[in-house]
């Protein structure tokens, strides 16, 4: 599995006119700026192209692109060189935020268009489950994320009352 080869496949379709715009979110996301953690699939946040007379997003032309080209689909997943990949939309307007404002960082000499480490943070921050708890406490912990980013964002979204809880069970009240 080379995550290069999904880097390319997404940044072509990008190219093709297949999506808009793509970013890569959840753990694999996080491993960009923390030691990498045991994950089961990718996580690419598209903005997927749309009809103008239509409200709905048809991810059709996603799948038929990458099965026209050797990916073969896997329940929800569409499998690029390897890897179970989640193509999917921007769901809340952090996440909306996330995706436009992620950076290209670089792996082995390409370009991969990734959420920023306070959006990574604040969405898992939002999502709340066990394991984004843990990824939240690491990008605390790795002193990966800006501070004073982070809380204009956690304000921005409404997300201060479970900062603080968070702060109060997993680091001491600490007044970050």
């Known amino acids: 599995m080379n995550i290069k080869d999904v880097i390319k496949t997404v940044a072509q379709m990008e190219a093709d006119g297949v999506i808009e715009r793509y970013a ?3 753990a694999v996301g996080a491993t960009f700026y ?3 953690v045991a994950t089961l699939d990718i996580d690419i946040f598209v ?3 749309s009809d ?12 038929d692109y990458l099965k026209s080209r050797g ?12 890897w179970p990949v989640q193509f999917l ?7 909306e935020e996330a995706l436009a404002q992620s950076v290209d960082l670089d792996v082995d000499g390409l370009p991969a268009r990734v959420f920023t480490p306070e959006h990574l943070a604040a969405v898992a921050l939002q999502t709340g489950r066990a394991k984004d708890k843990a990824r939240l406490l690491q990008f605390v ?4 994320i800006d501070m004073k980013r982070f809380n204009v ?11 603080d809880k968070f702060k109060s069970v997993f680091l001491d009240g600490d007044a970050l």
């Open 71 to 82: 990916c073969s689909v896997d329940g929800e997943y569409l499998i690029i060189s390897g």
């Open 47 to 49: 903005t997927f192209k």
């Open 141 to 144: 912990e790795a002193g990966v």
């Open 24 to 26: 890569i979110g959840g």
């Open 153 to 163: 964002i956690v304000e921005r979204f409404s997300l201060s009352e479970a900062w």
């Open 89 to 95: 939309p921007p769901n809340t307007p952090l996440v």
């Open 52 to 63: 103008q007379d239509s409200i709905f997003v048809d991810p059709r032309p996603v799948y």
């Open 34 to 36: 923390l030691e990498p």
